[in-house]
């Protein structure tokens, strides 16, 4: 395999873009004899808006009511040479505010001094014992969704949401299977279809791509429902809506995502995105977490990820140069 700028294995010999697991898996509890019990300003998230694994940890915390019970700590928008960096522009922090770092793979070499894999956000860390919980996103919402729940309002709690919480019980199934696939395909779809470097991987992987959108569509299309799995929202939604987020403004042209666009070819996705985007109720099951979480971040997404994509397929191009976004970044929902 061949490696990215951050040393990462990511290539295998026929241009195909692979991603490697997160290393960190340990998990908060609501037990609080566990190892990392739930507790008030004792864990940090670390995170880049730019990222949409990070994305959905931020959507979750907001929905969660977690504010003030986890704090977040901002990298800069994109990586620079060394990964992951603190600059004190754009929201990011000068440096690391516990230890003094200025790049995200010092904190990963605090919990393991000869560290060399891939670093990524979000982070989930201890400011108690000083070491990393958890960077793989799909468990740290999880946590979110379920540990800390002693600790926020009633209304904010699992048992007393809509349907049944983000990952109710008899869903649970439905949710871990659509998960699976659409993780495969779509959140990682993209970066399999832009990251490649071989036609034959392009192709490989944009059909399944849109294959994948087509059943979503469909999906969506035979039940009429405002969510992925019925009337009210769950984990799902969150994990596909970062992609599609980012899907017109920035994955269709950098990425060559492109076969069709979701505003254009895709009437029930786009509305699913817009409900979910333009809910600005922050009394609302929604507590505005999509639209708080990525309104400020829309328009550069095409320059994060024009960067991004120089720096791993593109190392040896000239200047940057970024594909304009349309001109309408996030369509208005329709008049009732």
Known sequence: MFSAADGSKIYQANGHFTRPDSTFRNF???????????????????FSPGCPWAHRTLITRQLKGLESIIELYQVHFIMGPDGWYFSGEGGSLPEDPLYGFKTLRQLYQKVQPDYDGRVTVPVLWDKKSHTMVNNESSEIIRMFTSEFDDLIPEKLREANRPGGGLYPEPLRAEIDALNAWVYDTVNNGVYKTGFATSQEAYEANLGPLFASLDRLEALLGSHGKRYLLGDHLTEA????????????????????????????????????????????????????????????????????????RKKIVDKDAGTLIVPASPAVLMEPLPET
């Open 28 to 46: 908060i509890s609501r037990d609080p004899n566990s190892r990392f019990p739930a507790e008030k300003g004792r864990y940090a998230l670390y």
């Open 237 to 308: 939604d969150i994990r596909l809506y970062t992609t599609m987020a980012r899907f017109d403004v920035a994955y269709h042209s950098v990425f060559m995502c492109n076969l069709k666009s979701i505003r254009h070819d895709y009437p029930h996705l786009h509305l699913w995105l817009r409900r979910l985007y333009w809910d600005r109720d922050e009394d609302g099951p929604l507590r505005a977490a999509f639209y708080k979480t990525t309104e400020p971040s829309l328009g550069k997404y095409a320059w994060g990820y024009a960067a991004s």
